[in-house]
C-alpha cells in the first residue's frame, strides 16, 4: 500500500468532516448541512462504508482529500500533509513515478508468488494431493502443469507472507498484489490463498497480473480470483487470450466457463480456447476478443447457470457485432472438460463445428421443460416465441417452425403464429403492472427510476432485491453505466445467501462504475429503505416505470421497421408488426 492510501485509510472521514458539519446518522450513511452551499435541509451525505461524502444539492463529492482540499482551500499534497500529521504516518517523498514502479513491483510479487505455488504443487510434499487430484482426477498432464504454471497453496496460514517477507517485500504491497489479505482483527496478515490449486493469471505480456485460487477442500467460494489491482481488472481480462491469439484469429474464439476447460481443452489440441474468470462476459472482454476474431463462440456448462450466462453472453455479442455461435455440450456431460475426457474425437467436432445460437435456444427451452405435457410445451413455445421474435429470415424461420412442431407434435399453423410472433401462446397478465404504473411515488418525479431503482436495491433486503432484479433485463437500462451495474448486481445479487456488503461489491467494479455506484449508495434514500412497506411500494412503483420506458422504446422501434416495411411494400411484414405493435401497446394502457 501506498502511503496515500495509509494515510486515507487511518483518517476516518466521518471524524474529519464531523470537524466542520454536524452529522446524523441516516440509516447506512450520515448527513448533514453542505458547507459548500447555503440549504435548510441537509443533502450532503457522508458514507463511512465507501469513506466517500457527496453533496446532492451542490454536486460537490469525493474522498477525505477532496474534502480537506475544498473547505480549506488548499493543494492535494497540502491536505495530504495535514492528514499524515494528524494520523501519524511520517511521508516520504517518492523519487519515481508511483505509478509505474507500483506496478512494477506488483508483477514481481505476482511472479514469485506463480513460481513459489509452482513449485509447492509439483516438488513439494504438500501439494502431493493437489497434484494427484490434477493428473488423476482432471486428468491434465506434467506439460500441461507447467505450461499454465499451475500451483498449490498450502493449507497454512502464512506460508506465502513469510516466504515475500523474507525477500524483502513490504507487507502493503503484497497486500495490494492481492496475495495478503489483513487479518479480520485488523492486526497483522494472512495468506489470501490456502488450501486451493492455484490458476495464474497472465496478461497478453506474460507477465502475471494475479490468480484464481480453486478450493481442494470444497470450501466457499470455490473459486477465489484477485480483485481489482493496480495491474488487474477483472472486466477487460480474459484467461488463455496470450496463448490463444494466434488460433483465434484462424478460427474465432471459443468461450468456455473456466480455467480447468481451457486447459484441458488446449491438452487436446483445441487452442483457440478461452475463459472468463470469476466474472460473467462483459462488453470489455468482447471489444477486445473483437480485435482478433468477427467470431464469438460460446461452450457453458449445460447447468441452468451456464445457460443463463449464453443468453446474457448472446446478448451482449450481439451489440458487439460478433457472428455468434454454441457448442452444445450433450447433456450426458457435466461440461466440457468432462466431454473432452470421455470423448476427445467428439468435443473437437463440436468445437470445430459449433451450431446456431437458435439450436441452442430449442436445446435448451427443450431441455428446460418437459415437452410432453401440455403447460411444458406452453412454457417452450413462450420461451422460443420471445427468442425468435428477432429472427427475420423466413428460411430460418420455416427450419425451426418444422423442427420445433415435431418435437413438440404441435401443428405447425401454431409454432408458426408463435414463432413469427403474431399470436401468443397465452394472454399476459398485466393488469396489475398497470396498476403499479399508475401509482407513481413522488420521489420518482425528480429522478431516472433507472438509477433510482439501483439505489433502492442497494439498500434492499437481499430477498427482495433478488426477486426484483430477477425480473429485469439488460434492456430496461439504457444508460450503458447503469447497464452494467445492474448486471454486475444481478450477477453479485443472485448468487449471494448472506447480507449484501457495498464496499465488497463496489471494489469489485470497474472505476467508473464504481464510481457510480458509490454515489447511488450515498443517496438519501434510507428513509424508505427503513421502512419495508414504503420499500415496497416504491420498489414496485420504479420497477413498473422502467418496464414502461421499455415498452415505449420497443413500439418506437417498431415503428422505425413499419415504415420501413411500408416502404419496401412488404404488406406480410407490416402486418406482423403491427399485431406486435398492438400488444405491446395494449399493455401501456
Ligand atoms: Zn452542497
Not at 484467461?239 to 494466434?246: D, T
Amino acid at each position: 500500500m501506498d502511503q496515500i492510501s495509509e494515510v486515507k485509510q487511518k483518517a476516518d472521514i466521518v471524524e474529519v468532516i464531523g470537524n466542520y458539519v454536524t452529522l446524523t446518522k441516516a440509516g447506512r450513511n450520515y448527513k448533514g448541512l453542505c458547507p459548500f452551499h447555503s440549504e435548510k435541509t441537509p443533502s450532503f451525505m457522508v458514507s463511512q462504508e465507501l469513506q466517500l461524502y457527496k453533496c446532492f444539492g451542490c454536486g460537490q463529492g469525493g474522498d477525505v482529500f477532496a474534502f480537506l482540499q475544498n473547505i480549506e482551500g488548499i493543494d492535494f499534497a497540502q491536505a495530504l500533509e495535514q492528514l499524515a500529521e494528524k494520523t501519524g504516518v511520517k511521508l516520504e517523498r517518492a523519487q519515481y513515478d508511483p505509478e509505474a514502479g507500483k506496478k512494477k513491483l506488483l508483477f514481481e510479487i505476482n511472479h514469485l508468488t506463480a513460481e513459489f505455488y509452482h513449485y509447492l504443487l509439483t516438488r513439494h510434499p504438500s501439494g502431493k494431493n493437489a497434484l494427484d487430484y490434477l493428473k488423476n482426477k482432471r486428468k491434465l498432464s506434467g506439460e500441461a502443469v507447467k505450461e499454465f504454471k499451475l500451483g498449490y497453496a498450502p493449507e497454512t496460514w502464512d506460508t506465502v507472507y513469510q516466504f515475500l517477507l523474507k525477500k524483502k517485500y513490504d507487507p502493503n504491497d503484497m497486500a495490494d498484489a492481492g496475495v495478503i489479505v489483513r487479518k479480520s482483527s485488523g492486526q497483522g496478515y494472512i495468506d489470501k490463498y490456502r488450501g486451493r490449486i492455484m490458476f495464474p493469471f497472465t496478461g497478453m505480456d506474460e507477465k502475471i497480473v494475479g490468480f484464481s485460487g480453486r478450493t481442494v477442500l470444497d470450501r466457499d467460494p470455490k473459486y477465489l480470483n484477485t480483485g481489482e489491482t493496480a495491474i488487474f481488472h477483472k472486466s477487460s481480462f480474459i484467461y488463455g487470450l496470450n496463448k490463444a491469439k494466434v488460433a483465434i484469429k484462424q478460427s474465432g474464439a471459443v468461450f468456455v466457463e473456466g480455467p480447468v476447460d481451457v486447459i484441458s481443452a488446449y491438452q487436446a489440441g483445441i487452442r483457440n480456447v478461452v475463459a472468463t474468470s470469476g466474472t460473467a462476459l462483459t462488453a470489455m472482454q468482447l471489444k477486445l476478443i473483437a480485435r482478433y476474431t468477427e467470431d464469438a463462440i460460446f461452450c457453458f456448462d449445460s447447468d441452468t447457470a451456464g445457460a443463463a450466462a449464453i443468453q446474457r453472453a448472446i446478448e451482449l455479442a450481439e451489440k458487439e457485432d460478433l457472428n455468434v455461435k454454441v457448442v452444445i455440450v450433450p447433456d450426458k456431460y457435466a461440461d466440457l472438460d468432462d466431454y473432452i475426457k470421455a470423448d476427445p474425437q467428439g468435443a473437437k467436432a463440436a468445437i470445430k463445428n459449433p451450431v446456431p445460437v437458435y439450436d441452442f435456444f430449442v436445446a435448451d427451452a427443450l431441455k428446460k421443460n418437459n415437452k410432453e405435457s401440455a403447460l411444458g410445451k406452453k412454457k417452450i413455445m413462450e420461451e422460443l416465441g420471445q427468442k425468435f421474435s428477432k429472427v427475420t429470415s423466413s428460411v430460418l424461420l420455416d427450419h425451426y417452425i418444422k423442427l420445433v412442431s415435431k418435437e413438440l407434435n404441435l401443428d405447425t399453423e401454431t409454432v408458426h403464429g408463435i414463432l413469427s410472433g403474431k399470436s401468443k401462446p397465452d394472454a399476459d397478465n398485466l393488469s396489475e403492472e398497470k396498476d403499479e404504473i399508475r401509482n407513481e411515488g413522488y420521489t420518482l418525479s425528480k429522478r431516472s427510476p433507472q438509477e433510482y431503482l439501483i439505489a433502492l436495491l442497494l439498500k434492499t433486503p437481499l430477498d427482495t432485491a433478488q426477486s426484483i432484479l430477477y425480473k429485469l433485463a439488460q434492456k430496461d437500462f439504457t444508460n450503458p453505466v447503469l447497464q452494467e451495474i445492474f448486471t454486475e448486481l444481478k450477477e453479485y445479487n443472485l448468487g449471494r445467501k448472506r447480507k449484501f456488503d457495498i464496499k465488497y461489491f463496489s471494489n469489485t467494479l470497474s472505476e467508473e462504475n464504481q464510481n457510480s455506484v458509490n454515489e447511488l449508495y450515498l443517496w438519501d434514500v434510507e428513509h424508505i429503505t427503513e421502512e419495508p412497506r414504503r420499500l415496497e411500494i416504491e420498489l414496485e412503483t420504479a420497477f413498473a416505470r422502467i418496464k414502461r420506458e421499455t415498452a415505449k422504446k420497443e413500439l418506437k422501434e417498431l415503428t422505425d421497421k413499419i415504415k420501413q416495411a411500408e416502404l419496401e411494400k412488404n404488406t406480410k411484414l407490416v402486418g406482423e408488426l403491427s399485431e406486435k405493435f398492438k400488444n405491446i401497446s395494449e399493455r401501456l394502457l
